[in-house]
């Protein structure tokens, strides 16, 4: 566990929820009465809220199917289509000129686009997918920049019942590879390229590489051209974005599906293997994205305007840049550029210039903010804010005070807010205007959600730490893994018998009943609000042919969260580019944020008598912290003095 993370443990400030405006959910009496609403009444209540926040094609004849758990199924019976709840059904009620979409590129252009011609786009984007050959069911990857066309895609795929599966445009393009693979999807979509640093970030040709081995299924290409940059075009297979939305008509009857139609698929790392393929369906993950947009942020659609800074890549792009803003008929704020380019103050800037009103980042970019000094944002009118969000890792009480004082002048509640890509929307976290916060914790679960920090055996453990489970159901759940029944029973239901969804993550509850956050359990790693596996970093530094075998754990990082740290056994001897080799070998393999912040060498790695490696020797090692394993045990006690030289051979 971090220093940051153990002075989390002695927190004790508490925040009362601003005075003077009624929250949608105004009291934690409010509060207290919806959960009882829950409790009394579960499918009921749930009931309730699907009639009041979805439109629906057909109405739903069962709220939850629990007769094959875990593969739990909401609303059955109910047909809708997704895009139609965010586009359609806000035009017909007269907001066809409201602003659905804020875009902003790092070198100042900005784009406004209406509901309606959000609707016009994705009407035309869909009917080129259909044109093409894609089908309901049909899985479709878009690797993007953050363009608004990144979004018409996601919905115009929704709009067909076609499956998206989002990668994040900075992962390799073996990635990439890997994931359309998984998939098998029909179409790629993408751009020639995204703005980046002052520079340009090529993608398509990423694509191209991607698309060179075995992509049998792929047939063909969508290419935004955006960036500008040259790129080279597989006549046959590429088609350009603009030149076939032009020819056609902004009509396209949106597709009822059934409520558990697939919507999408977003890879994400676990502690073992390969990354995982998360299955979201339609009205459940809608319903909560559309709701959590409500009750976390206090989201007031004709008012309000939203900045969630999160990539589309990202689970918290899919949920809280895209679909819960739109689903709510609100304006959502995109910004495709790096935060600090041309200097710290950027996203201040963009803050004051549009005049955001809800802001939504992760630890380390407040953080990094913080590091960069007070007076960047105290350039900038920052007095439109009036709730700010944290996302991704937990918050040390240090960057959460800086928020709430610096950005948000004590006037703004901070809401930390745990979630996963697996929950689809936010899990536990406060409500701004009914929830008194405490600096590092994400206070209390959402209503219509039961979750408890249990030990080993499901007992709920009333001081110390435990690991989160999540007790019942609820409607933005995952609904497996893609192409992996038995991967999801084991990885989420088997911990726990199948009675309680295991999340990975250890916590504690105060004295209050607040949960704080301690880290994972498990072998994920949280670097910079990324979640990353070390089983996937080990795998990549094992194909480069220089390497034996290796070991990867997670260091505390005072910016990153984690950091990571690689031991490694060579098959031949270092040579003095080889660490250099490595890092570029992991970026290639899996992205730039997998390259491990440090590498060193030994003879062998630690194991125990069983041959496991001794990743909490390993972790105190690269912490620099006293051993607190026990090593007797070990052949060759050698490699712990070996391991403890940093940078050394
Ligand atoms: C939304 C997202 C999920 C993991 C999760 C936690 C960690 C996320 C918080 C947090 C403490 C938070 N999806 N995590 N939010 N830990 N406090 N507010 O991040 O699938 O990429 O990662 O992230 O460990 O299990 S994710």
Redesign the pocket.
């Known amino acids: 566990m971090s220093e940051t993370i153990m002075s989390t443990l002695e927190e004790n400030r508490s925040f009362n929820p601003p005075q003077g405006h009624k929250g949608h959910i105004s009291s934690l009496d409010e509060y207290f009465s919806i959960h009882e609403q829950f409790k009394s009444d579960f499918d009921g209540t749930w009931r309730t809220l699907a009639h009041e926040h979805l439109s629906w094609s057909e109405p739903f004849t069962r709220v939850l199917d629990r007769s094959k758990a875990p593969f739990f199924r909401w609303f059955d019976g109910g047909k809708l289509n997704l895009s139609e709840n965010c586009l359609d059904r806000h035009v017909e009620a007269g907001l066809g000129d409201r602003t659905a979409i804020i875009w902003e590129a790092e070198a100042g252009e900005v784009r406004r686009i209406s509901y309606q011609e959000l609707l016009d786009d994705v009407c035309k984007a869909a009917n080129v997918i259909k044109e093409i050959g894609v089908e309901a069911g049909d899985r479709v990857i878009i690797y993007m920049p953050m363009i608004p066309e990144a979004a018409i895609a996601m919905l115009a795929c929704a709009r067909i019942g076609a499956i998206h599966s989002v990668v994040f445009g900075a992962f390799s393009p073996q990635a990439l590879h890997d994931r359309i693979q998984d998939a098998e999807a029909k179409l790629v979509i993408t751009a020639d390229g995204g703005g980046r640093r002052g520079g340009i970030h090529a993608m398509k040709p990423g694509v191209d590489e991607a698309l060179s081995g075995t992509c049998l299924s792929v047939q063909h290409v969508l290419v935004v051209r955006h960036a500008g940059n040259a790129i080279e075009w597989n006549a046959g297979r590429d088609i350009d974005w603009h030149q076939a939305l032009k020819f056609q008509p902004a009509v396209c009857p949106p597709l009822a599906v059934d409520s558990e139609h697939p919507l999408f698929i977003l890879y994400?790392s676990g502690s073992t293997g390969k990354p995982k393929g998360i299955l979201h369906s339609t009205a459940g993950y809608l319903l909560w994205a559309s709701l959590t947009m409500r009750w976390s942020f206090d989201f007031r659609p004709e008012s309000d305007l939203f900045w969630c800074t999160a990539d589309i890549g990202?689970?918290?792009g899919h949920t809280y840049s895209v679909y819960g803003p739109l689903a709510n008929g609100g304006t959502t704020v995109m910004y495709e550029g790096v935060p600090t380019y041309p200097d710290p103050g950027r996203l201040w800037k963009i803050c004051a210039d549009h005049g955001v009103t809800i802001f939504y980042t992760a630890p380390t970019a407040i953080r990094a903010l913080k590091k960069a000094g007070d007076e960047w944002p105290n350039k900038h009118d920052l007095s439109s804010l009036r709730v700010l969000g944290?996302?991704?890792?937990?918050?040390n009480p240090e960057a959460w005070m800086w928020y709430h004082d610096v950005i948000g002048k004590t006037r703004c509640p901070i809401v930390?807010?745990?979630?996963?890509?697996?929950t689809g929307g936010h899990m536990i976290a406060p409500l701004p205007f009914a929830t008194p916060t405490k600096p590092g914790s994400?206070t209390l679960a959402l209503p219509g959600i039961d979750v408890e920090v249990v030990d080993e055996h499901g007992k709920p453990v009333s001081e110390g730490g435990g690991m989160l489970v999540i007790r019942q159901p609820w409607p933005a759940m995952l609904r497996g893994i893609w192409g992996d029944d038995q991967r999801y029973i084991d990885t989420y239901w088997k911990k726990f018998d199948g009675r309680y969804y295991f999340?990975?993550?250890g916590a504690r509850k105060d004295k209050d009943g607040y949960i704080w956050?301690m880290?994972?359990v498990d072998d994920?790693l949280?670097v910079s609000?990324?979640?990353l596996g070390t089983m996937e970093i080990e795998s990549a530094l094992a194909s480069h042919p220089a390497v034996a075998e290796a070991a990867v754990v997670g260091r505390p990082d005072e910016l990153k969260g984690e950091a990571i740290c690689a031991f490694v056994v060579l098959k031949c001897k270092p040579g003095d580019k080889l660490i250099a080799e490595l890092r570029v070998h992991v970026a290639r393999e899996i992205g730039p944020i997998a390259k491990p912040d440090d590498i060193r060498f030994a003879n062998s790695l630690p194991k125990t008598r069983s041959g496991k490696i001794m990743r909490r020797l390993l972790r105190d090692i690269a912490a620099g912290r006293d051993i607190t394993s026990d090593i007797s045990t070990l052949e060759d006690q050698s490699v712990v003095l070996q391991l403890q030289q940093p940078g050394k051979a």
Do not use: K
């Open positions: 994400t990202w689970i918290t944290t996302v991704g890792e937990p918050i930390d807010t745990w979630w996963q890509t697996e994400a999340a990975g993550d956050f880290g994972r994920v949280n609000g990324h979640r």
